[in-house]
């Protein structure tokens, strides 16, 4: 569940994830070969200053859309980090895609 205010801003803010997330692949596939990894890490709603840095209505209705759900803590993305980074050579953890359980 992307957090967009209106839906119409959820198509741009999809498709930068998207061609992020595509860049990423396409330079896992050029530099690869040369033993260089590339992980592309993908997180939901992650509890951060972010929200409080929004103008009142954007933060109201990311408040709103979010409403009690139990966020991913920063933590939370720094051990998939660790994990990715900690395989043996031989393992490229390609994609880690992380949402709170209550996510949809």
Do not use: W
């Not at 998207?18 to 596939?29: D, F, K, T």
């Not at 990894?37 to 997180?43: L, Y």
């Amino acid at each position: 569940m992307p957090v967009c205010v209106k839906e119409s801003l959820c198509v741009v803010y999809s498709g930068t994830k998207h061609a992020a997330s595509a860049m990423a692949e396409s330079l896992r596939r050029e530099i690869g070969k040369d033993g260089i990894r590339v992980t592309c890490i993908e997180p939901g709603a992650v509890k951060t200053e972010f929200v409080s840095h929004m103008r009142a209505d954007v933060r109201q209705s990311v408040e709103q859309r979010l409403g009690d759900m139990v966020q991913l803590e920063s933590e939370d993305v720094a051990n998939a980090i660790l994990y990715a980074v900690t395989q043996p050579s031989r393992v490229n953890v390609n994609i880690l895609t992380l949402y709170p359980t209550q996510q949809a």
